[in-house]
């Protein structure tokens, strides 16, 4: 298992570390930036479907995380922005839901729930791997990215619940958005998961050190 020894593996293992399908074990509540492995990602985000699976058909968060990036970098290359600054927003478009390989995808009614309640543990343990996923990939990113992705994440989303809900979508869970004007198509986990790779070497994607 890539060179990794069982007392490796096990000699830290707790309550809350979880093992990923490469091998490393990982405490949930503290990420290290050294832990963090492409491949552990993208076979979390292509087993994974969006919206609590209540769709017409299988659609994972490893091909949402791919149209993000597409309309990232379509948005930065129209306004001309430097190639570094694409660069570096397209990859943080392409990982925003990264955590989720970890911690799964809680809808947002979901995370609303659990903030009314004065629970904003999942919120700290998203942001932990958030950090830890920015710094394994030397990404820097600030409000106006933020700001961005927020609203690229909405229109994609509108456009997903759009195809995967009709009939019943009603413009109800992402109310004034303009849905992308993005191709939704369902792939399998394998094809999703190749997708994610190659477009993950597409854009450079590269873990620091």
Known sequence: ????????????R??????????V????????????????????????????????RFYSVA?????CAEVMLAELERDGRPLAERRSWTQG????????AYLVDLTSQTKRALREAGSTAFDALELGFWHAI???????LGADWHLRMKRIDRAVAAREQ???RAPYWNGEYVPSV????????????????DAFNQYAWTIGLVPRG
């Open 14 to 23: 707790g309550p809350f570390h979880m093992r990923t399908v490469s091998g």
């Open 162 to 164: 759009m195809v995967l």
């Open 178 to 193: 303009e849905p992308a004007d993005v191709e939704i198509r369902a792939l399998s986990f394998s094809d999703a998961r």
């Open 1 to 12: 298992m890539n060179n990794i020894s069982r007392d490796d593996l096990n000699g830290m």
């Open 93 to 100: 478009a392409f990982l925003h839901d990264a955590a989720e």
């Open 63 to 67: 091909q949402h995380s791919i149209i």
């Open 25 to 56: 074990d990982i405490d949930i509540r503290r990420p290290s930036p050294d832990q963090i492995n492409l491949d552990d990602i993208a076979t979390g985000l292509s087993n994974l479907c969006r919206y609590a699976g209540q769709v017409r």
């Open 134 to 140: 920015q710094k394994r990939f030397d990404l820097s």
